[in-house]
């Protein structure tokens, strides 16, 4: 069941009974499933870490020990909802100025001035690489928020490393810069360093999917039973 999805406007829906029932499906969210992906299948990634991606908003996943961190609620994570400024425009979630309003992908967009299109990521890297300093200027700004948000995890947590992966992957050129100078100037302890994912944008899909062959690996005799 989700029970809050503030940017699909979903509340208490059974996700679960919609979906086919032979098969062990699981029902979780983007930024879990790319953390999982970068647990799974990324190279060298340690077993403590932060995982941060975006598309129309912008989720994390705490991987603790090799473990997903859900939180009591299921709740944990909520990287977008962190506020960047209290006093900033209002949000889905009920909040005020939260990460999502500077650094979600429409925000930017909006930021740098561009119509938007079906490939957003391909359209801020594309006037990005052109030089064009308003894009430039708003993942700039966008990095800012992110390291302001990401203080307050990295402050709290302690991981190895951060890693951004989904959208935010392909706009590591111009995010990371004002992303690890906020990172380090905030943090009380050491430098956390910032990774960019090496599976990109497909990251939560392929955790989505090696969630289930998992599942069938841990347990084949549940899919012959079905069979
Ligand atoms: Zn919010």
Redo the contacts with the bound molecule.
């Keep these: 069941t989700v029970v809050r999805a503030?940017n699909l406007e979903w509340r208490d829906t059974d996700l679960g009974a919609l979906l086919p029932g032979d098969w062990p499906l699981t029902v979780d969210n983007e930024a879990n499933f790319g953390a999982l992906a970068e647990l799974w299948l990324g190279a060298g990634t340690p077993r403590e870490f932060l995982h941060v991606s975006a598309e129309i908003g912008i989720g994390a996943a705490i991987v603790v020990d090799g473990q997903l961190l859900r939180g009591t609620r299921g709740f944990a994570g909520e990287l977008?909802?962190v506020p960047v400024r209290p006093d900033g425009p209002s949000?889905?979630?009920?909040?005020r100025g939260?990460l999502?309003q500077y650094a979600g992908q429409e925000a930017v967009l909006r930021a740098a001035g561009l119509q938007p299109r079906e490939d957003l990521v391909g359209l801020l890297a594309e006037h990005a690489e052109k030089g064009e300093e308003g894009v430039r200027a708003a993942l700039r700004d966008a990095g800012t928020a992110l390291g302001i948000a990401l203080t307050g995890a990295v402050n709290l947590l302690d991981p190895e490393t951060v890693v951004l992966g989904g959208a935010l992957a392909g706009l590591s050129p111009w995010l990371l810069p004002s992303l690890e100078a906020e990172l380090a100037g905030r943090t009380a302890g050491p430098a956390c360093p910032v990774a960019v994912s090496p599976l990109g944008p497909e990251g939560p899909l392929l955790g989505a999917a090696h969630s289930v062959v998992r599942a069938v690996l841990d347990d084949p005799a549940s899919v012959t039973k079905r069979a």
């Excluded at 949000?91 to 909040?95: H, I, L, Q, T």
């Design positions: 503030p977008g909802h949000c889905a979630c009920g909040g939260c999502e």
